[in-house]
Each structure stands twice: as structure tokens, then as C-alpha cells.
């Protein structure tokens, strides 16, 4: 008895031995491939749109009341996540213009009384989740105002010059501002207890993060394990790199993108452009990367010119491609409007709201999305594959193919007419289109023609 326990103990060992070292040699092969991204992308920001809401100029009276009224004609846009920018108190000390930038943060876990009250920022965020939008806030944690009350209560928190002052951003512009330190762990946890705070005060939905390469990524990376362990998040990087999608944050800004087709619709650059930053994306951004597409954005706007200063006639072709193409698409607020002036950044300057076929452009565009899932966000949606043509560097056509669902888009990136015809293996079949809804039949005899910066879409 002795000895057939001991060969049973000595068989058992032998079986559990076997299957450690087996798991084991799985776990630490260095060739086994790894998930580049740890984080959980939301669920409803699988065919999302951003709307970046410029408090300040997005109503006469420039507050959180008067933008709530707002949100049945943002819903019936097709928006689904509103990003605010900061709203948080302004600096007084080195401000720039009247009123400051909204960058200037003088009191992290405050509210701008400019824009209204706690309880105001409270009932524009419950009014959004009714319509079933989220909301984000805008984050600036790479500085603060120069009388930010950090500064006396931890100046140790803040970076110094060779000469132990404190000071703007290096080779910036930025005069209102003085640079954090996050070296320090009592900052890095003050800032994320600071963000975890205005989630589980006002029901905030995740952040748009300014700077966000300016601030280490380990410390993204935990603000985002907190922020998960509270409610589900959204997480927007104002950077353009890939390490931020790892654990910390589902889009970041496509800067490549916008100068790409800044550069198509100033002729400075043909179609043929475009490749390189889709062969990019593609190869380098892991698929649940969002990287966010626009014709405008606040700085943009603000320093460079407006969405028609900047794309002239190409505009409305250059709107399709951020919305059909890959990536999470922005709308800035008076897109919609057609607004053709650069805003005040530091003073009062409200939108001027008005019916514009860009409005009518961007609702068909954003329902369009939502009906093809082959359109959608990150994973959800299909790759684009490149349709050859006969007009190649004028013509940029490509097909998304999804479970059930394809849909080829055909853009003419210059100022002239174009006829041409597609490669007949990838784009034959029925389609309807997105313009006429009427049925197209795309054969390898089929010749199209596109006026100057036109454009078709066909789904099927």
C-alpha cells in the first residue's frame, strides 16, 4: 500500500508538473504576441461623433444654461459626446485679453462662475445623458494659472527655471501659464483625485486631455484604472502618438491627417498624399486606436484661420473624408453653422447661429455613419482598402467592407472635373447612393465622372 501511494503521489506531481511548466513556458515565451492595449474602449463610442463646445462663444450669454437649451438641436445632429472646453476658474495674474483662456485654470475643482454654477454644469450634464449624449471636460494638467492656490500651497509642484522661478512652457507662447512637475507624487495624486472628483460629481462622462504628451504616460495610465473603476470613460489626448492608446486613452488627435488635406486643398499636394498617412495608421496604431479627423478645431479656428480660410472650395469634400473615412470624427461648434470667422480665444465673440447646407451636409453625413457599420470607430468599423483608378493622385477611392455591410467612397481632390474608371475586382456591384438614395451598378465598364472637389458615396 505504501508504495502504490507513493507512485500515485509521485504520477500526480509528476501531471501537475507537466501542465506548470507547460503554462509557464507559454506565459514567458518572448515570441508569444501581446495585446498592445489593456483599456476598455466604451461601448457608446463604437459609431460616436465629438462636438467640442466652446462655452463661452457657443451663446450670447456664454453659459451652461443657455447651451442646454441647445442640446435637441446637438442630438438631432447626430452628436454623441459633447467635449466642453475647460471650465474651470481663469487666472487673473499675466491673463491675456479681457476674459483669460480657459486654459489658464485658477482652481481645478471649481467651476467658472462665467459659465454658471456647479448646479448649472450639474443640469446641462443630466439633460445630455436624457438625450442619450455624453459629456467630457477638457483637462489641462500640464500647467496652471500663475495664481492657481497650488502655488502657495505646493510651489514644490511646479517645475523651476535655472534660476528657481517658476515659468511658462518652454518656447511657447504661453505667458498665463507655469508648468507643473510631475516628479511629484502628492501633484500626481492631487490631479487625479481632482478629475475622479468631477465624475463622481457631476456625472462626467471621460476627458479631452490638452497637452497630453507633455504629462508622463504612467500617470495616464492610472487615471484611467481610477476613472474605469467608477464608471465607464471616454478618453481624448490632445497628442499624436501611439503609446497613449496602451491603457490611458481611446482617441488622440490625427495633426497628420488635417495637414494632409489642408495640403490637398491648397495644391500644394496631390491624393497620392494620403497614402502615407493611411499605410501609417494602419501599420502603427493598434485597431482600437481612434484617431480624431476634423476640418476645425478651437486652435486651429483661433490661430490659423477658419474652416474656409483654410480649405476654400475643398471643404465639403474634405467634411465627407472625416466623416466616411477611418477615424472618430469632431465637429467644432459653428461648423454647422458655416461660420466663417476666426473666434476671439480671450474675449467675447459668440457664433452667429444660422441654417447653412454645412448643417444639412454633416446630419446626412453622421446618419450615413451610423447606418453602415463598416463606417464605425476604432475595432468596430472596417479597414479601408484602396480602390485603384484611372486618374490616380486626383482620384482618392477607397471600399470598407464590414459583416453585411461595404461601402465605397469616391473623392475628386482637385479643382477640375474628372472621368475615370475604378478597378473592376474591388468595386463591382449594386449599391444605392448617398445623395440620390437612388440604385447604382458599378461594373468594370462603368466610367464616372465627379465635378471639381465632388465626391460619391454608395452603400449596399
Excluded at 488622440?252 to 486643398?265: P, R
Excluded at 479656428?301 to 466616411?324: K, R
Excluded at 480671450?346 to 463606417?375: C, E, G, H, Y
Amino acid at each position: 500500500m505504501r508504495i502504490f501511494s507513493t507512485l500515485l503521489f509521485t504520477l500526480l506531481c509528476s501531471c501537475f508538473f507537466s501542465v506548470d511548466v507547460s503554462s509557464l513556458a507559454a506565459a514567458t515565451d518572448p515570441y508569444t504576441p501581446q495585446n498592445f492595449v489593456s483599456l476598455t474602449n466604451p461601448d457608446w463610442s463604437k459609431n460616436a461623433i465629438l462636438y467640442e463646445l466652446n462655452t463661452r462663444q457657443f451663446s450670447s450669454e456664454g453659459t451652461f444654461k443657455a447651451a442646454e437649451k441647445q442640446l435637441p438641436r446637438l442630438k438631432t445632429l447626430g452628436i454623441d459626446i459633447i467635449w466642453l472646453m475647460p471650465i474651470n476658474p481663469i487666472g487673473i495674474k499675466n491673463r491675456k485679453g479681457t476674459l483669460g483662456s480657459p486654459y489658464s485654470v485658477r482652481d481645478y475643482r471649481a467651476v467658472n462662475p462665467e459659465f454658471g454654477t456647479l448646479e448649472d454644469l450639474k443640469s446641462f450634464v443630466s439633460a445630455a445623458h436624457r438625450f442619450g449624449m455624453h459629456v467630457i471636460l477638457d483637462w489641462v494638467a500640464n500647467h496652471t494659472a500663475w495664481d492657481n492656490a497650488l502655488v502657495d500651497d505646493h510651489p514644490d509642484y511646479y517645475d523651476h527655471d535655472w534660476k528657481g522661478a517658476f515659468h511658462p512652457t518652454p518656447w511657447r507662447d504661453w505667458s498665463d501659464i507655469i508648468d507643473l512637475d510631475y516628479s511629484h507624487a502628492g501633484l500626481r495624486r492631487y490631479m487625479a483625485d481632482s478629475m475622479s472628483y468631477w465624475v463622481k460629481t457631476a456625472d462626467i462622462d471621460g476627458f479631452r486631455c490638452d497637452v497630453a504628451g507633455y504629462v508622463p504616460v504612467d500617470f495616464w495610465n492610472t487615471v484611467r484604472k481610477n476613472l474605469s473603476a467608477i464608471k465607464p470613460v471616454f478618453m481624448l489626448a490632445e497628442w499624436d502618438t501611439r503609446d497613449l492608446h496602451a491603457a490611458a486613452f481611446d482617441a488622440t488627435y490625427s495633426w497628420a491627417w488635417y495637414n494632409t488635406v489642408k495640403d490637398i486643398a491648397q495644391g500644394k499636394a496631390d491624393a497620392t498624399a494620403l497614402y502615407t498617412y493611411y499605410a501609417d495608421t494602419a501599420r502603427s496604431y493598434p485597431r482600437e486606436a481612434m484617431r480624431m479627423t476634423y476640418i476645425e478645431n478651437h486652435d486651429k479656428n483661433a490661430w490659423d484661420g477658419s474652416m474656409y480660410d483654410i480649405f476654400g472650395d475643398a471643404i465639403q469634400v474634405t467634411a465627407v473624408l472625416s466623416v466616411v473615412g477611418e477615424g472618430i470624427p469632431l465637429i467644432y461648434n459653428g461648423v454647422e453653422a458655416g461660420n466663417h470667422k476666426r473666434l476671439a480665444f480671450f474675449d467675447k465673440d459668440p457664433i452667429v447661429w444660422r441654417d447653412d447646407p454645412m448643417r444639412k451636409l454633416f446630419t446626412n453625413l453622421i446618419a450615413f455613419k451610423k447606418a453602415n457599420s463598416s463606417l464605425w470607430n476604432g475595432q468596430w468599423g472596417a479597414r479601408m482598402i484602396k480602390v485603384d483608378n484611372s486618374a490616380e493622385g486626383k482620384i482618392f477611392s477607397f471600399i470598407r467592407r464590414g459583416q453585411g455591410n461595404t461601402v465605397l467612397a469616391v473623392l475628386n481632390l482637385t479643382k477640375n472635373p474628372q472621368t475615370f474608371l475604378l478597378d473592376k475586382q474591388l468595386s463591382p456591384g449594386d449599391y444605392k447612393d448617398f445623395a440620390t438614395h437612388e440604385a447604382v451598378n458599378i461594373n468594370d465598364k462603368t466610367m464616372m465622372t465627379l465635378p471639381a472637389w465632388g465626391y460619391k458615396l454608395l452603400s449596399r
